[in-house]
């Protein structure tokens, strides 16, 4: 076993690429997105050392072209559930004990790739699976998942360097094991970078992982398991099955040996998965971890002395980047009366010049919702806004899923501050926005703060520091993210940990040591030099 105390190279952000016309990033990607798009690709279950084809597949589709087929992937049965347990178990004792270094240098290298080799292909699969722009691809599938995997590295030797006071008779030492059993990962469709992130964070601890990807972002997800396959992850410490959600999940719950759970996703479902792991406590050899990051309906707030410009930039960029399709995206908009109609001017001028379609046309800020039932529920909101006597939808208002499940940036306006669309998470471009009097700034703190069941981000644009600091201490508990003159999304990694709570999850911070530490289990030795050989304290002369 080599010998050293080893450093890391430091973390730094992956700079952001511009895809410029007539860069060579841009021909790269729209190279290997023409190659994509014309090729059908076929994704196994990859359960330890196999590739396992069940002949039981789905398609995969683009969002923004529906009967485009790009390839299949196949579903798991119960059997290969267990098998994806017992290889990871049958892992686990080989990486356990693998060296820190060693595991840090797979990561490492992986970072690497996304950044090299394999960053047009992870960002073109990226546009191609989730309709996500150029730069949307590029700020998740490449940058933030490039960070993770580096600023974990470091985060996680500052977790082992943190170590007990020791003097000249004890020495005193604390050693940061990865759990006693199996962790199960179950990730989102709207991030490449979290789908990655969740099952390498609990893996680079010294974990053996079942990875659950969301049907949505397969396609996208085969990239990753190229990457850590290429980078060097050994076989039967991340295993990936694919299919129905409810069987895997009570098959993984039912197992002594289940550890913990890594999750990103909806509410509801979080819950069911906390009320199940109850349910079945009795059965664990331990208490598992569970980790996970929900829901949002995330506020913006302008005070009368805000900047008209500023504000109507973060709602756009906040609302509609990636068609709202984040847990941090901008949906409830509180404005004074004073600045509504320089807002509401500013917004349908600017709103007026946004282009909608094709990911693979550079010129266009926005392309389609992720699938039917997202069109569906969101267009049921838009025409209820259009029947209410209480909302107006004031810009966009249209949808279309003849070729791609086109819905249009839509801004309803309210009289009601606890209307449906206040309250009740959408996950769409959808913003909705409620005039106050601008003398009733702090009933709105009041009112911003007891309005939704969910506490992940929020921004509030004020050129006033007085009103900066009393809404910063207002709306404490109201976002895990709380963002001064900016948008409520775009956390970055190393820089803004990310997470909420209330139902918006546990927040442990993806991004942060605080996420890692929910890996490990810390053992405590004390090794005495010179042992005491009699009973006898001085106290009983």
């Given amino acids: 076993m080599l010998k050293g105390f080893f450093h890391v190279p430091k973390a730094i952000n992956e700079p952001v690429k511009a895809y410029a016309p007539n860069s060579p990033e841009k021909a790269a990607v729209l190279a290997a997105y023409k190659e994509m798009w014309n090729t059908q690709i076929d994704v196994p279950l990859y359960i330890g050392s196999e590739e396992i084809r069940t002949g039981n597949t789905c398609n995969m589709s683009a969002p923004h072209d529906h009967k485009h087929i790009v390839g299949t992937y196949h579903l798991a049965e119960k059997s290969h559930v267990e098998k994806a347990i017992s290889n990871a178990l049958a892992s686990r004792k080989a990486w356990a ?70 003097d000249s008779s004890v020495w005193n030492r604390v050693e940061y ?120 309906k995330d506020f913006v707030l302008a005070h009368p002395s805000a900047n008209v410009k500023k504000v109507v930039t973060g709602l756009i960029r906040g609302a509609f980047e990636f068609q709202g399709q984040k847990c941090s ?34 010129s266009n800020f926005f392309t389609a919702v992720i699938h039917e039932g997202s069109f569906d529920k969101l267009a049921h909101f838009i025409d209820q806004a259009k029947k209410d006597n209480d909302a107006e939808v004031i810009i966009g208002g249209n949808y279309d899923k003849s070729v791609g499940y086109f819905v249009e940036p839509t801004v309803i306006l309210t009289s009601n501050p606890k209307y449906a669309t206040m309250e009740t998470e959408l996950f769409g471009p959808v913003l909705t926005i409620y005039i106050y009097d601008d003398a009733n700034w702090k009933e709105t703190l009041k009112l911003i703060d007891e309005t939704s069941e969910y506490a992940l981000t929020g921004a509030v644009f004020s050129q006033d520091r007085y009103a900066i600091t009393e809404a910063t201490q207002a709306l404490e508990n109201s976002a895990g ?25 546990t927040n442990d911070k993806a991004g942060s040591a605080q996420n890692l530490l929910r890996w490990v289990s810390p053992r405590t030795i004390k090794e005495t030099f010179v042992t005491p050989e009699n009973y006898r304290y001085p106290f009983l002369g």
């Fill in 481 to 505: 993210n709380f963002y001064i003159n900016d948008k409520p999304t775009g956390a970055v990694v190393g820089m803004q940990p990310f997470g909420g709570a209330r139902a918006s999850g």
């Fill in 177 to 296: 094991r990865p759990l006693e059993g199996f962790v199960y990962a179950i990730t989102p469709f709207n991030f490449t970078a979290i789908a990655a992130n969740l099952p390498a964070s609990a893996a680079m601890m010294g974990n053996v992982v079942v990875w659950k990807p969301s049907d949505s972002q397969v396609f996208s997800a085969k990239i990753i398991i190229d990457v850590f396959k290429e980078a060097g992850v050994p076989d039967g410490v991340i295993n990936v099955v694919f299919g129905d959600p409810v069987m895997i999940s009570d098959t993984i719950f039912d197992h002594p040996d289940f550890a913990g759970i890594h999750y990103t996703g909806s509410t509801f479902v979080f819950k069911e998965i906390w009320k199940k792991i109850g349910t079945n406590i009795h059965k664990y050899k331990t208490y598992p971890r569970i980790v996970g990051e929900t829901g949002g």
């Fill in 329 to 362: 995206a901008a949906s409830r908009v509180y404005i004074p009366k004073s600045l509504w109609p320089a807002v509401h001017a500013e917004l349908k001028a600017e709103m007026a010049t946004i282009k909608m379609g094709s990911p693979e046309d550079f």
């Fill in 97 to 166: 004990a693998m060296p820190w270094e060693q595991r840090a240098a797979i990561f490492l290298k992986a970072a690497e790739l996304i950044a090299g080799p394999y960053r047009a292909k992870i960002n073109a699969a990226t546009m191609i699976a989730q309709s996500k722009t150029i730069h949307q691809a590029e700020i998740d599938a490449s940058c933030e998942l490039i960070d993770f995997l580096r600023y974990n590295v470091e985060f996680m030797t500052q977790i082992y360097n943190d170590q007990p006071n020791s």
